[in-house]
């Protein structure tokens, strides 16, 4: 079983930045390919970005390329996603994944655990 608790969430202006943090709480955590979702209200949940864990690719969904940046800290067993430029429209709740065997990085039922979620809101 492995927990994960994000961090990081606040209100911010848009253009404005957050990091967001997810800590995991078990050693094996470098073997697992880490990802990040967000629902907005009255929404779908959305992948975010992901990162595996065998050589580091990174994945973004085309909405945030250029604005929000995955990165992990094997050593310290987090994962962070840094986000910049900010849009009304990243407004959600952001939740951290971590999933030991992934295909396809954007499909959230391929994840095997999941954090509580941390509120991003971007005031105009």
């Known amino acids: 079983q492995v927990q994960l608790v994000e961090s990081g969430g606040g209100l911010v202006q848009a253009g404005g930045s957050l990091r967001l943090s997810c800590a995991a709480s078990?050693?094996?955590?470098?073997?697992?390919?880490m990802g990040w979702f967000r629902q907005a209200p009255g929404k779908e949940r959305e992948f975010v970005a992901a990162i595996r864990w065998s050589d580091s690719s990174i994945y973004y969904t085309d909405s945030v390329k250029g604005r929000f940046a995955i990165s992990r800290d094997n050593a310290k067993y987090t994962v962070n996603l840094q986000m910049s430029s900010l849009k009304p429209e990243d407004t959600a709740v952001y939740y951290c994944?971590?999933?030991?065997?992934?295909?396809?990085?954007?499909?959230?039922?391929?994840?095997?655990?999941w954090g509580q979620g941390t509120q991003v809101t971007v005031s105009t």
């Open positions: 994944a971590a999933a030991l065997r992934l295909a396809t990085v954007s499909d959230g039922n391929e994840y095997d655990y």
């Open positions: 078990r050693g094996t955590f470098r073997r697992y390919d």
